[in-house]
């Protein structure tokens, strides 16, 4: 909805980001209390908010985390961000598990990484352990373990380092030891330092 005030700008906004003013107040001519035109300027303010979050989201899946970053640093106040978020995250542009998801399989086209790595790589972009578990479980249940471990090792051994050098990257990438002796059981180790 676009607003218009008799001094300064039009601005648009979302009636559900209002609080306090009943979207149906909004008319023109209407007069508002200073408290109002407060609400009236926050909710102005949260749509701005939610645009530039949407541009970011036209372009890629993103965390909340992520997204809250990227509109902090565009100098919108907390306050605008959260109450923009919620809303894309209600209506379902914004979505942890499914930011998750994406992630997880772009990443296994350059990297070859185990559940624990990957855990802890969706951690520090804000996904929670619950979104976090459901989506990886989702991605090893398409993509063995095993086979990255394997491929992984692979590369050790292209690089030829050592036994215990290979054992010490392989657990880098967050592959449990239950997963790095099998895949060594299979692939011949010529080095054995």
Known sequence: MKVAVSE???FFIRTDYLLHVAPNALCAGAEFAEADNDDILDAGFCYAAERKAVSYLTRTEQSR????????????????ILRALDYLEKIGLLSDARYARAWLTARKI???EGRTRLAAELAARGVS????????????????????????????LRQNKSREKIYARLS??????????????????QDKR
């Open 110 to 112: 350059h990297h070859c």
């Open 8 to 10: 300064g700008p039009a």
């Open 129 to 156: 352990q619950h979104v976090a578990r459901s989506a990886l479980d989702n991605f090893f249940a398409e993509n063995s373990e095993h086979e990255l471990c394997c491929r992984a090792l692979e590369k050790c």
């Open 65 to 80: 985390f992520i997204l809250t970053k990227k509109l902090l640093a565009k100098k919108i106040e907390l306050k605008y």
């Open 172 to 189: 880098q990438l967050g592959f449990s030891q239950k997963l790095i002796k099998p895949a060594f059981e299979h692939l011949p180790i």
